[in-house]
Every structure is written in structure tokens, then in C-alpha cells.
T-cell receptor, first 115, second 114 residues
Framework: DQQVKQNSPSLSVQEGRISILNCDYT??????FLWYKKYPAEGPTFLIS?????DKNEDGRFTVFLNKSAKHLSLHIVPSQPGDSAVYFCAASARIKAAGNKLTFGGGTRVLVKP | ETGVTQSPTHLIKTRGQQVTLRCSSQSGHNTVSWYQQALGQGPQFIFQ???????GRGNFPPRFSGLQFPNYSSELNVNALELDDSALYLC?????????????FGQGTRLTVV
């Protein structure tokens, strides 16, 4: 039972254009969402997060949008740069004390930014 | 400020053996979580340790066990290794177990079971 899904395994975009990564979730208990970026041979690096009380959070070139009714979030990268080429993971956590800070991850989207 | 470091980086074990993976948390962090990332998939939560006690566990059998030490470093132990245990094992530390505190990941340990 995959509670967090990233349906696009890969995305190719031209440098300077917008990259849009999508993520869907099924667990209505999730109320905090994060995006991580992962380069080969490195661990995931935190990018940006959003709480369910918001529908948008922006940090420089990165913006995350949350649509709670659709259980959908997206990450926009504008403008895309070659250094953004990596695997991006969407993650979610729920307000369950016993779960600590457990993150449930999607399967990842590999982004290639072409110069 | 040192980041999260894991050792070893690569490991090959035989089915049925036992393995211990190690993680040093980032300075000032008291919470460590372990994740398993199979090839082509996202990381899956194994368990979390906060102040030397287990603070949440994912859907992994008891042969996956852990420890956290007074300096907040941690170990992941896996007994009776199976071929499906082959994966990248990631350790993440944070300054509290609460949600909203971002987890910082190490580079991972690549375990191959043959």
C-alpha cells in the first residue's frame, strides 16, 4: 500500500524553463510534507516543506503547492539549472505521537535539466 | 559543525549472516532515524531513536534492531540476512523527534547480500 506516490519516474526540461514535479498521497492523516533532492552516492538533502495549514510555500527558485482536497502537492523549480539534475523525493508525516518524525516517501522522480 | 556520517559505505554479506551499520549524528542532534532504500524506490522508515529509546518503528521484522548511545550515535543491526535485505541504508538525524524538524541524512551504507 503506497501512501505517497510520484507517478512520473523521470522528467526532462530545458535549462531556464520550469520543472514541475507532482506527488499524490492517500493517507488523510498526513499534515506535513517535504521535498528532498538526492544526488548519486549522497544522502537525500532537504529542499522545502509545507504544513497542511498552508497551500503554498516559497524558497528562492523552489515553490511547493498543496491541494488538500485533492491530496496532491507539487514542486515548481523556476528557473531550472543543470545543477538541479537529481532524483527528487516527496515525503509526508502524520500527527501520530508514536510515529515520531517518521517520513513516508514517494518513489522519486529523476530530473534531467539540459543545458 | 560535522554532518551525519555512516560507516561502512559498502558491505557484502552472505545470506544468514548478521550485520551492524553505524551512524554518527550531526552535532546537536538527539534523534536518529533509519531508512531502507531498495533499488528504484523511495526510502522506507525502519525505526527512530530518541535519547537512547526506540521512538517509533516501521513495518520491519524484529531481526532489524537498533541502539542509540549517550553521544546520540546509533547502530542498526540486522540478523539472519536475506537476499531482499540488499539495499541502501540511510541514517537521518534531527534535533528533536517532533514533526516539522527537518531530518539530515548521511550518505548511506550500500549492503549487498549474496
Amino acid at each position: 500500500d503506497q501512501q505517497v506516490k510520484q507517478n512520473s519516474p523521470s522528467l526532462s526540461v530545458q535549462e531556464g524553463r520550469i520543472s514541475i514535479l507532482n506527488c499524490d498521497y492517500t493517507n488523510s492523516m498526513f499534515d506535513y510534507f517535504l521535498w528532498y533532492k538526492k544526488y548519486p552516492a549522497e544522502g537525500p538533502t532537504f529542499l522545502i516543506s509545507i504544513s497542511s495549514i498552508k497551500d503554498k510555500n516559497e524558497d528562492g527558485r523552489f515553490t511547493v503547492f498543496l491541494n488538500k482536497s485533492a491530496k496532491h502537492l507539487s514542486l515548481h523549480i523556476v528557473p531550472s539549472q543543470p545543477g538541479d539534475s537529481a532524483v527528487y523525493f516527496c515525503a509526508a508525516s502524520a500527527r501520530i505521537k508514536a510515529a515520531g518524525n517518521k517520513l513516508t516517501f514517494g518513489g522519486g522522480t529523476r530530473v534531467l535539466v539540459k543545458p | 559543525e560535522t554532518g551525519v556520517t555512516q560507516s561502512p559505505t559498502h558491505l557484502i554479506k552472505t545470506r544468514g549472516q548478521q550485520v551492524t551499520l553505524r551512524c554518527s549524528s550531526q552535532s546537536g542532534h538527539n534523534t536518529v532515524s533509519w531508512y531502507q532504500q531498495a533499488l528504484g524506490q523511495g526510502p522506507q522508515f525502519i525505526f527512530q531513536y530518541y535519547r537512547e529509546e526506540e521512538n517509533g518503528r516501521g513495518n520491519f521484522p524484529p531481526r532489524f534492531s537498533g541502539l542509540q548511545f549517550p553521544n546520540y550515535s546509533s547502530e542498526l543491526n540486522v540478523n539472519a540476512l536475506e537476499l531482499d535485505d540488499s539495499a541502501l541504508y540511510l541514517c537521518a538525524s534531527s534535533y528533536s523527534p517532533g514533526r516539522g524538524t527537518e531530518a539530515f541524512f548521511g550518505q548511506g551504507t550500500r549492503l549487498t547480500v549474496v
